[in-house]
């Protein structure tokens, strides 16, 4: 398996002032450690005495908030990541250049398929997610949720051999979901390198992982007035914050986890708003009402005592008592409509969408993780400019949040659900600003249908509104009997559809 790089003169993150340093350790001894005794606030800066960490017969270690070795690596991983990244989505297979909007829990069984037909995608997800591991992550430390992006980089992961399939194995896993207790023994039978877990995982890849689990548990322990609860803990969300935190910039954790997880090169992972604050999503609903906080609106949740809520990911639950009217961003203190914020997009998002082949719209709850990354300004403008296919993926079943349909009783219809899309990227109800008026088939060329799926299919309403290719596509059934496009078949279906000819020089 290919070994994490080192800073040195071949390294991504090398600075001119820090060569031949390692970054990619942390094993220093430790001695029982537990809870406010032995933990060290630092690891300590070493100095290799030969070319990369795996030389050096001594644990090597690194001191992440020594001021000049700091500033070096922070300054240079953010200046240089864009471009890295940029470089990365040149390369890799000569297919069509997907982006793709989507959640982080539906579309992962489509997700890996994809290389079928193409490593160049560009998957956009919303930071705004306030359940599970992630909700303890943002109340203690804040920041944005990064859930959603751990699970598709996990989804995206090499798993071609022994160790990448251990890597994949370790950020996978969640703590113990028993008890607080227990949950926390465990977390520190990972950070001290003792869990089983460790198992395959190189002596340069546990270095570097563990260095950055460590610091996120020293900026737990400076929190002392919130009491960290690690139960249903995910390591990968651990080890995402703790990259965050050090770097001051999500993007610059997501690279450095695209290569400690080995995401192909030409697959980029982006969260739709660059902040370091905390996102929280409103829904307005069609009687007036305000749902505060992305879990409510989804999949409520009766809350325990301070700690990760386990979630239903699939959003059923009792269904809304009206329709959705918009979604949009609250502050993170605001509980009511005058609190709203309008979050620019990501550069980087309209720059993909600008050279994207295709835009797909990914299965997975409507308003909750496809809508947050359309409503943002700026994103249906660029989207709408673009000659190319557009893809819309629907659900096989209906949610909690197409219980309700404002056109008639009963839960939403296909037409329904894309005219709800729609005015997403048109910004149709927003309080500020101009909504555009552009029409379905400006944003939607063709819609994905499983067949035998739950969602009636108002073949006359869609071809009224200008979306006439409706394909159905062969589907299975989960685990609980819910209805899923069938993932080959559907690649095959977007295939189809996008048509791509790679350009060539003659």
Same mark, same amino acid.
């Given at each position: 398996?290919?070994?994490?790089?080192?800073?040195?003169?071949?390294?991504?993150?090398?600075?001119?002032?820090?060569?031949?340093?390692?970054?990619?350790?942390?094993?220093?001894?430790?001695?029982?450690?537990?809870?406010?005794?032995?933990?060290?606030?630092?690891?300590?800066?070493?100095?290799?005495?030969?070319?990369?960490?795996?030389?050096?017969?001594?644990?090597?270690?690194?001191?992440?908030?020594?001021?000049?070795?700091?500033?070096?690596?922070?300054?240079?991983?953010?200046?240089?990541?864009?471009?890295?990244?940029?470089?990365?989505?040149?390369?890799?297979?000569?297919?069509?250049?997907?982006?793709?909007?989507?959640?982080?829990?539906?579309?992962?069984?489509?997700?890996?398929?994809?290389?079928? #037909?193409?490593?160049?995608?560009?998957?956009?997800?919303?930071?705004?997610?306030?359940?599970?591991?992630?909700?303890?992550?943002?109340?203690?430390?804040?920041?944005?949720?990064?859930?959603?992006?751990?699970?598709?980089? #996990?989804?995206?992961?090499?798993?071609?051999?022994?160790?990448?399939?251990?890597?994949?194995?370790?950020?996978?896993?969640?703590?113990?979901?028993?008890?607080?207790?227990?949950?926390?023994?465990?977390?520190?039978?990972?950070?001290?390198?003792?869990?089983?877990?460790?198992?395959?995982?190189?002596?340069?890849?546990?270095?570097?992982?563990?260095?950055? #689990?460590?610091?996120?548990?020293?900026?737990?322990?400076?929190?002392?007035?919130?009491?960290?609860?690690?139960?249903?803990?995910?390591?990968?969300?651990?080890?995402?914050?703790?990259?965050?935190?050090?770097?001051?910039?999500?993007?610059?954790?997501?690279?450095?986890?695209?290569?400690?997880?080995?995401?192909?090169?030409?697959?980029?992972?982006?969260?739709?708003?660059?902040?370091?604050?905390?996102?929280?999503?409103?829904?307005?609903?069609?009687?007036?009402?305000?749902?505060?906080?992305?879990?409510?609106?989804?999949?409520?949740?009766?809350?325990?005592?301070?700690?990760?809520?386990?979630?239903?990911?699939?959003?059923?639950?009792?269904?809304?008592?009206?329709?959705?009217?918009?979604?949009?961003?609250?502050?993170?203190?605001?509980?009511?409509?005058?609190?709203?914020?309008?979050?620019?997009?990501?550069?980087?998002?309209?720059?993909?969408?600008?050279?994207?082949?295709?835009?797909?719209?990914?299965?997975?709850?409507?308003?909750?993780?496809?809508?947050?990354?359309?409503?943002?300004?700026?994103?249906?403008?660029?989207?709408?400019?673009?000659?190319?296919?557009?893809?819309? #993926?629907?659900?096989?079943?209906?949610?909690?949040?197409?219980?309700?349909?404002?056109?008639?009783?009963?839960?939403?219809?296909?037409?329904?659900?894309?005219?709800?899309?729609?005015?997403?990227?048109?910004?149709?109800?927003?309080?500020?600003?101009?909504?555009?008026?552009?029409?379905?088939?400006?944003?939607?060329?063709?819609?994905?249908?499983?067949?035998?799926?739950?969602?009636?299919?108002?073949?006359?309403?869609?071809?009224?509104?200008?979306?006439?290719?409706?394909?159905?596509?062969?589907?299975?059934?989960?685990?609980?009997?819910?209805?899923?496009?069938?993932?080959?078949?559907?690649?095959?279906?977007?295939?189809?559809?996008?048509?791509?000819?790679?350009?060539?020089?003659?």
């Amino acid at each position: 398996m290919k070994l994490p790089q080192c800073v040195d003169s071949n390294s991504p993150w090398a600075h001119p002032g820090i060569r031949k340093t390692c970054t990619c350790a942390l094993s220093a001894p430790f001695d029982s450690i537990r809870p406010r005794e032995r933990w060290p606030s630092r690891p300590t800066r070493h100095r290799t005495t030969q070319t990369g960490c795996c030389a050096s017969q001594e644990p090597p270690t690194f001191d992440m908030e020594n001021g000049a070795f700091a500033h070096a690596m922070r300054s240079s991983t953010q200046s240089e990541v864009a471009a890295l990244a940029h470089q990365a989505s040149l390369k890799g297979s000569e297919g069509p250049a997907l982006v793709v909007f989507s959640g982080g829990t539906a579309f992962n069984s489509v997700a890996g398929h994809l290389r079928q #037909l193409t490593t160049r995608v560009t998957h956009i997800l919303p930071v705004s997610d306030d359940g599970g591991s992630t909700a303890e992550i943002v109340r203690v430390l804040g920041g944005p949720a990064v859930g959603d992006i751990r699970s598709r980089c #996990l989804r995206l992961a090499d798993d071609a051999d022994a160790e990448a399939r251990a890597v994949r194995k370790l950020l996978a896993h969640r703590l113990s979901g028993e008890s607080a207790e227990r949950a926390k023994a465990e977390w520190y039978e990972v950070v001290e390198g003792d869990h089983s877990l460790w198992d395959g995982v190189s002596e340069p890849y546990k270095h570097t992982i563990r260095a950055f #689990l460590v610091y996120f548990h020293t900026q737990i322990q400076r929190h002392s007035t919130e009491r960290f609860n690690f139960r249903n803990g995910s390591v990968g969300n651990f080890f995402f914050a703790g990259a965050r935190l050090f770097f001051r910039s999500l993007e610059a954790a997501i690279f450095l986890f695209s290569r400690v997880a080995r995401i192909p090169e030409g697959s980029l992972v982006l969260p739709a708003i660059c902040t370091e604050e905390r996102i929280t999503l409103g829904a307005e609903m069609a009687n007036g009402t305000v749902i505060r906080g992305q879990n409510e609106i989804s999949h409520p949740s009766a809350p325990e005592s301070p700690g990760p809520i386990r979630v239903e990911k699939h959003g059923r639950g009792p269904p809304l008592a009206a329709p959705v009217r918009r979604i949009f961003y609250l502050s993170a203190e605001g509980t009511m409509r005058e609190h709203e914020v309008f979050p620019p997009p990501n550069p980087r998002l309209l720059a993909q969408v600008d050279c994207a082949d295709a835009i797909v719209y990914g299965m997975g709850s409507l308003y909750t993780s496809i809508c947050p990354s359309l409503v943002l300004k700026g994103v249906g403008e660029k989207i709408a400019e673009r000659q190319i296919p557009k893809i819309f #993926l629907l659900n096989g079943s209906h949610d909690r949040e197409t219980s309700a349909s404002k056109s008639t009783a009963g839960p939403m219809t296909a037409c329904d659900v894309v005219l709800a899309l729609c005015d997403a990227l048109n910004r149709r109800h927003a309080k500020a600003g101009q909504p555009l008026d552009n029409p379905p088939d400006a944003y939607i060329t063709a819609l994905l249908v499983p067949k035998g799926g739950a969602i009636a299919i108002d073949t006359a309403s869609l071809e009224a509104i200008g979306i006439r290719e409706i394909v159905e596509v062969p589907s299975m059934l989960d685990k609980s009997g819910n209805c899923l496009f069938e993932p080959l078949e559907l690649v095959k279906a977007i295939e189809r559809l996008v048509q791509y000819q790679p350009f060539t020089v003659s």
